[in-house]
C-alpha cells in the first residue's frame, strides 16, 4: 500500500491529525493526488459537518488548509482554484453548521478576505468591462469569467452570514449579473 492509500483509508478525524501535523511533505504525494486529498477533506468535512465535535473544527481547518497549500505547491492547483475551492466549502459547510470566527472556514469574514486577495480586477473595472463583454477580446472575457467564478460562491456566503460579511460584497452583487 502507497501512502496516498493509506490517507483514503483514514476516517475525518484521523485524516485530519495526520495533515494538521503537516504530514506527509509535499514530495511524498504525486501532484495529482494532493487534489485528491483536498477532495477527499471537502467530501468528508461536507458529509461530517453536523456531527463533528466542535473542539475537531480548529484541527480539520488546519488540515484543510495544509491540503490546499500541498495541492498548490504540488502544481495541483493554483492560488484562484484554491480560494474558489475554499469558498464553495464554506458555503457548503455554513447551510449546515454556524459560522464560527475562530474557525477560518467556517469564518464567513476570512473568506471574503480571501476572495478581495485574489480578484483580479476592482468592482468598477468589472462594471466597466462587463457593459458590452461581448466585443472584448478572449482574455478580458477569460478574466471576467474568473472574476464570475470567485465571486459567485461568495455571494452565496454572503446570503448565508449577511451580518458577517456587511455589505462587503454589495457593487459585486450588482455587477454580477452582467458578467459572462
Known amino acids: 500500500m502507497n501512502r496516498f492509500d493509506e490517507l483514503v483509508a483514514l476516517d475525518l478525524q484521523s485524516l485530519s491529525e495526520v495533515l494538521a501535523a503537516r504530514t506527509p511533505e509535499v514530495s511524498e504525494l504525486r501532484r495529482g493526488q494532493w487534489l485528491g486529498i483536498v477532495e477527499l477533506m471537502t467530501l468528508r468535512l461536507t458529509e461530517g459537518c453536523a456531527s463533528l465535535p466542535a473542539d475537531s473544527w480548529a484541527t480539520c481547518s488546519s488540515a484543510l488548509s495544509y491540503a490546499f497549500e500541498a495541492a498548490m505547491t504540488s502544481g495541483s492547483i ?103
Open 78 to 180: 493554483d492560488q484562484r482554484e484554491s480560494v474558489i475551492r475554499r469558498l464553495n466549502l464554506s458555503v457548503a459547510l455554513l447551510q449546515q453548521v454556524p459560522s464560527n470566527h475562530e474557525v477560518d472556514i467556517l469564518n464567513p469574514s476570512h473568506q471574503i478576505d480571501l476572495l478581495f486577495g485574489e480578484l483580479p480586477i476592482s468592482v468598477e473595472e468589472a462594471r466597466v468591462l462587463s457593459v458590452d463583454w461581448r466585443t472584448l477580446d478572449i482574455a478580458q472575457i477569460r478574466l471576467l469569467r474568473a472574476v464570475k467564478n470567485l465571486v459567485s460562491p461568495a455571494l452565496s456566503l454572503g446570503r448565508l452570514a449577511p451580518g458577517d460579511v456587511n455589505g462587503r460584497l454589495q457593487g459585486w452583487e450588482e455587477v454580477f449579473p452582467s458578467l459572462p
